[in-house]
């Protein structure tokens, strides 16, 4: 919430409450935050970055039964349902498939110097690779690697850079272990490299936006991660 620019309220009547995001306009959720108060859901909203935003807060009950009566009928309900839905089918990857009767955890490794986590915490191969293996030892299902930053502010890596951050990392981590590698890229060139060394999932915070990384994709058999990102990193915050 911190990082959007709300608070949290000072007394939460949920010990670990739900959040629901929404994206609208700045001048209905003050009305939305006072009506949310009356029907026992807290509320945060920022008119930070490109655009408002409100969280409301509260259990699960409370959203499904409440948030509807503020946002109008059908707003979350089925969305929330389908969240919670144990029938999700399951997602073919090259050499198997990723099953869902479970959540499952991926776990993040960013071999660059200023990823906003752990960049720069990996200065080796092999020191990134442990990080993995120890990752995947406290319950990682899937590891996803990144090799460029994509932090408000980050300045673009070169291809050049990015392959040689991620492929020999991909390549060891899938020799030692058999959980599923994700690449983290923007580039259909690192995903295809990182896919020959290995990786399995496609994880694009750009959604696609290049017909390029489609084709990757396809001719891999490859999922896809598909992400957001307004504008690039050097303006996302303008």
Known sequence: LSRLGMELPSVLRTPAPFGLFIEGDAGEFADLCRRGSEEGIECSFSDRGHHPRACLLGSVDDLVLKAEALLGPGAIG??????HANDAPPVSIPGGRIT???PLVMGILNVTPDSFSD???H???????LRALAMVEEGADIIDVG?????PGAAPVPLEEELRRTVPVV???AARTD?????????????RETIRAG????????GLRSQEMTEVAVDAGAPVVLMHMLGQPMTMQR
């Open 123 to 129: 200065a080796s191969v092999e020191a990134s690779v």
């Open 199 to 206: 990786a399995r999932i496609i994880n694009d915070v750009t």
């Open 100 to 102: 869902f009767e479970r």
């Open 147 to 151: 090799g460029e930053s994509t932090r």
């Open 78 to 83: 089925p969305s929330l349902q389908a969240y």
């Open 171 to 173: 390549a060891e981590i």
């Open 119 to 121: 960049g720069g915490a």
């Open 179 to 191: 959980v599923p590698i994700s690449i983290d890229t923007m580039k259909p060139e690192v995903a």
